[in-house]
């Protein structure tokens, strides 16, 4: 989840940050560690794995206490867009770094000029009333906007409160709310969608067949929850565990699996790079204890570019599942997939949906 420090971008951030602020001065808005900074800077992190090697204070997108923890104490705060994560992303990220600066703070962003950069150079002008490009390096540009009199406070919190409802059919009544900033945000995703298709034939078939009900359900890579949540609605009496580890998207999970009703919510939700291991045995959480040996079903939406060595410990469930279990996962580049679990002593099924990849594998 770091920055590649040799990219031109990050270090035109790094060296004009460094050169006029101290690190404890200065907010990190999800653009990792700035090299040139030096340690005690304060960072907004999105995903668990951030706090790895971290020389910042972390501070997790997540909740209301972020404008008490941040709000009008930085001199200045340091934004690297996310173009992965959309436009809004990138704006709301503007916003909350303006919303922690005190009068007089600076808020700094590199941007590639033919990548978004007039945009949000937009953006910070009206959030700040001006804005200007104040260096360049191949191809970058850096905006660095003062936060004064003409700051529109109204306008950074609307960017920063944005949100979304993805409704579907295939999805509970009333559907999920979801934010900048995590997976499919607008939308339940095509991939997501032909897996569920796949998850309700088969276990109508089961069911047809006599077979149990699933009493444990592990859905890893879970996102906001729309496989947890199906499948606590699917099996009523099944426990749900939901590994996600992007924190805001593991925050919406909890609230959108609370709003199904009163009393103790059925889906655990484990904020976690993947599962955790299973030795010694304090290593694994305690919500996740009785999901050891134990899954029946495991629905998995893997990261499309995930590199081959962390795709092949997310889809390593041996210890997980339980003797008859099996996962159900959907992919876009069968090839390495299949690898990883055949290295893993898994058999396979399974076959194209909609340009899309469904597998079935159990672990013997």
């Not at 907010?27 to 900074?37: I, P, Q, S, Y």
């Not at 945009?119 to 970058?140: F, N, P």
């Not at 081959?308 to 959907?330: F, H, I, N, Q, Y």
Request: aromatic share 4%; hydrophobic share 45%; glycine share 12%.
């Amino acid at each position: 989840m770091g920055l590649n420090p040799n990219d031109p971008g990050v270090r035109l951030l790094g060296r004009s940050v460094a050169r006029a602020h101290a690190p404890g001065e200065v907010l990190l808005v999800h653009c990792g560690e700035l090299a040139e900074l030096g340690e005690g800077a304060t960072r907004l992190i999105l995903d668990v794995r951030e706090h790895t090697h971290a020389r910042s204070r972390c501070v997790a997108d997540v909740g209301p206490h972020l404008d008490a923890e941040l709000g009008g104490s930085f001199a200045a705060a340091a934004v690297w867009p996310r173009a992965h994560l959309g436009k809004d992303f990138s704006e709301a990220c503007l916003a909350r770094g303006a919303l922690s600066l005190r009068e007089g703070g600076r808020l700094y962003c590199a941007v590639r000029k033919a990548k978004g950069g007039k945009s949000l150079g937009k953006t910070m002008k009206a959030l700040l009333g001006s804005a200007q490009v104040e260096d360049r390096d191949r191809g970058y540009h850096l905006w660095v906007g003062e936060r004064g009199p003409d700051f529109d406070e109204a306008l950074a919190r609307e960017l920063v409160g944005r949100s979304y409802l993805v409704d579907d059919p295939l999805l509970p009544e009333g559907g999920l709310r979801s934010l900048p900033g995590v997976f499919s945000r607008r939308e339940l995703d095509a991939g997501t969608r032909g897996l569920l298709e796949v998850a309700a034939v088969i276990a109508e078939q089961e069911r047809a067949q006599g077979l149990a009900p699933p009493r444990r359900v592990l859905d890893l890579c879970a996102g906001i929850g729309p496989l947890a949540l199906w499948a606590a609605h699917r099996w009523p009496a099944a426990e749900v565990l939901a590994v996600e580890s992007n924190l805001r998207a593991a925050a919406l999970l909890e609230a959108n699996a609370a709003a199904e009703g009163p009393g103790e919510p059925r889906v655990r939700v484990l904020a976690a790079d993947g599962m955790p291991a299973r030795r010694p045995a304090s290593a694994v959480p305690e919500l996740a204890r009785p999901f050891v040996g134990a899954v029946d079903w495991a629905l998995i939406n893997p990261p499309t570019h995930a590199d081959p060595e962390t795709l092949a410990r997310l889809l390593d469930l041996r210890g997980w599942l339980s003797p008859k279990g099996s996962a159900l996962l959907v992919v876009n580049r069968p090839g390495r997939a299949v690898e990883c679990l055949q290295a893993a002593g898994a058999t396979i099924e399974g076959g194209e949906r909609d340009g899309y990849t469904i597998l079935r594998a159990r672990f013997a």
